[in-house]
């Protein structure tokens, strides 16, 4: 069983400081991890990809990717009440027939002004 | 086209009865995916399309589902004696092959009354 994990929230941030968005995953060969945004009654939209472990910046956003735990993060510097979104983790599992984005149920993020 | 293009935008339809959803990709990209997203849920994996072939359709719910992508390029997705809880928006999304990052469409909101 392909499973993605994340804490559904809401996670309620003030304006300007970093909110922290965790993912964990469930299927080691996993090699492709995204985050998408996806405001009330839109489409989900991409904003931040991670292919190897470690960091990967973005202007305000940073990925962060740790295989070894089965972890992936998105940390969202000097937020702003437009980043009040739900953020979805997906991750590709590839191989064997079984592809396709399995995505976490989201979190849903708060900025307060 | 510049993006996916999903048509209709919303459908009611009566339970028992069939329906297509069309979903256009973005130009040139070889990797079609359909799911389906529930209120306050992530996008649920539906079946995916390498070119014209499934490449996995395990997330198919039951025999009522099909999807076809006859040319490689616009996909539809039929659903036969719908039932209520057919209810959803359904989201295709398409990449430029497996395993890179997918770009959604606006959806189709399905409502079975």
């Known amino acids: 069983q392909k499973e993605v994990e994340q804490n559904s929230g809401p996670l309620s941030v003030p304006e300007g400081a970093i909110a922290s968005l965790n993912c964990t995953y469930s299927d080691r060969v996993s090699q492709s991890f995204f985050w998408y945004r996806q405001y009330s009654g839109k489409s989900p939209e991409l904003i931040m990809s991670?292919?190897?472990?470690g960091d990967k910046e973005d202007g305000r956003f940073t990925a962060q990717l740790n295989k070894a735990s089965q972890y992936v993060s998105l940390l969202i510097r000097d937020s702003q009440p437009s980043d009040s979104a739900t953020y979805l983790c997906a991750v590709m599992y590839s191989g064997g027939g079984a592809d396709g984005l399995t995505f976490g149920k989201g979190t849903h993020l708060i900025i307060q002004p | 086209g510049a993006g996916v293009s999903q048509t209709p935008s919303n459908k009611v339809t009566e339970k028992g009865k069939y329906v297509e959803l069309r979903c256009d990709p973005i130009?040139?990209?070889?990797?079609l995916y359909w799911y389906r997203q529930s209120l306050g849920q992530g996008p649920e994996f539906l079946i995916y399309f390498q070119g014209t072939g499934a490449a996995d359709d395990s997330g198919l719910p039951n025999d009522r589902f099909f999807a076809v992508r006859p040319e490689g390029s616009v996909s539809t997705l039929k659903i036969q004696r719908t039932e209520r809880g057919d209810s959803a928006v359904y989201l295709c999304a398409s990449s430029n092959r497996g395993g890179q990052q997918a770009f959604f469409g606006q959806g189709t909101r399905l409502t079975v009354v």
């Open positions: 130009s040139g990209h070889t990797a």
């Open positions: 991670i292919y190897s472990n």
